[in-house]
């Protein structure tokens, strides 16, 4: 790991020590699998487990892109900005169905039940907790993109029901801050 800068150094060690930090990795996932790419410098790792817990989002997430664990990216920025995706696209997963190629960068979202009222025009019946949930996945998605772009990657969004598509492309179109793909991939 001599290749990383000092910033990508304190980030891989917040993210292996910091015990409040539910997105723990290890030193082993990191010396073992984790690689620098030639172009950007970015740090790349393909986990073997999804992080979080959520037994039907990790599903979806390896339906979609038939990998079975998350990805982490830090850049070379100075801020060693970093992000973990659902998981990057293998040549099993469906999302090659909908043309996206193996090495694309995958979110997934599932559930997303206040998003069907933001789609029917129900905003005034969200609770504090659904903006918050519709705002903190806004901020994730963006962030996701931006790290995926430092990085010269390319990344997708992906959605497990009709309703959550639909109402989150509303949403994108209005905000204009995603850049991104966006699917719709139900799971069979």
Same mark, same amino acid.
């Given at each position: 790991?001599?290749? @990383?800068?000092?910033?990508? $150094?304190?980030?891989l060690? !917040? @993210? ?10 290890? !030193?082993?996932e990191?010396? %073992?699998?984790g /690689?620098?790419?030639?172009?950007m410098?970015?740090?790349? @790792?393909e @986990?073997?487990?999804?992080?979080? &817990?959520?037994?039907?989002?990790n $599903? ?6 038939g990998?079975? &664990?998350?990805?982490l990216?830090? %850049?070379?920025?100075? $801020?060693?900005?970093?992000?973990f995706?659902?998981g ?7 999302a +090659? ?8 960068? #995958?979110? +997934?979202?599932? &559930?997303?039940k ?5 789609l ?6 969200l609770s504090?907790? !659904?903006?918050n ?10 962030y ?5 772009? #430092?990085c ?9 029901? /009709? ?10 179109a209005?905000?204009?801050? *995603?850049?991104?793909?966006?699917? *719709?991939?139900?799971?069979?």
């Amino acid at each position: 790991m001599d290749q @990383l800068n000092t910033a990508q $150094q304190r980030r891989l060690k !917040e @993210l292996i020590h910091n015990k409040n930090n539910p997105e723990r990795i290890t !030193e082993q996932e990191v010396f %073992t699998k984790g /690689q620098v790419d030639s172009e950007m410098k970015c740090f790349n @790792l393909e @986990l073997a487990r999804h992080l979080g &817990g959520n037994k039907k989002h990790n $599903q979806y997430a390896e339906f979609v892109t038939g990998a079975k &664990g998350d990805y982490l990216i830090i %850049t070379r920025t100075p $801020q060693a900005s970093y992000a973990f995706y659902d998981g990057e696209v293998k040549d099993s997963g469906e999302a +090659v169905n909908y043309n996206e190629p193996p090495g694309r960068m #995958a979110e +997934v979202k599932t &559930g997303g039940k206040c998003w069907t009222k933001v789609l029917n025009d129900q905003l005034d019946q969200l609770s504090d907790n !659904e903006w918050n949930e519709i705002i903190q996945t806004l901020r994730e998605l963006n962030y996701q993109i931006n790290v995926a772009i #430092a990085c010269k990657r390319q990344s997708f969004i992906s959605f497990s029901t /009709q309703e959550y598509a639909e109402a989150a492309q509303e949403v994108f179109a209005k905000k204009a801050e *995603l850049p991104g793909v966006v699917h *719709l991939i139900e799971p069979t």
